[in-house]
Nanobody, 126 residues
Framework: QVQLVESGGGLVQAGGSLRLSCAAS????????MGWFRQAPGKEREFVAR????????YYGDSAKGRFLISRDSAKNTMYLQMNSLKPEDTAVYYC???????????????????WGQGTQVTVST
């Protein structure tokens, strides 16, 4: 079991930055792949970025490439998403996800992931 708690969302002007955090806990949390997804009103949940369970490799969705950075502090069991050059189209609820099994990696489809946080709202104004 993995429990996830996001924080760091809020309101920011276009061009600004935010850093989201996801604190993970549970027996297998430290060896689980983790990722970020987002969902805007009326749209399907979208892949943003993910880390392999070893945290060696990072992958980004097209909307995040060049602007967002995913990272993980293993000592704190916390994952981060640094978001720069934010655009109004980045407005969404951002969800932290963890893989269903430790020592496994998961793809970019949100349906593949087993554990979810409650989400944190990010709103980018013009």
């Amino acid at each position: 079991q993995v429990q996830l708690v996001e924080s760091g969302g809020g309101l920011v002007q276009a061009g600004g930055s935010l850093r989201l955090s996801c604190a993970a806990s549970g027996r297998t949390a430290s060896n689980s792949a983790m990722g970020w997804f987002r969902q805007a009103p009326g749209k399907e949940r979208e892949f943003v970025a993910r880390l392999t369970w070893s945290a060696i490799s990072r992958y980004y969705g097209d909307s995040a490439k060049g602007r967002f950075l995913i990272s993980r502090d293993s000592a704190k069991n916390t994952m981060y998403l640094q978001m720069n050059s934010l655009k109004p189209e980045d407005t969404a609820v951002y969800y932290c996800a963890a893989g269903g099994s430790p020592f496994h990696d998961y793809d970019n489809s949100w349906t593949s992931w087993g554990y979810w946080g409650q989400g944190t709202q990010v709103t980018v104004s013009t």
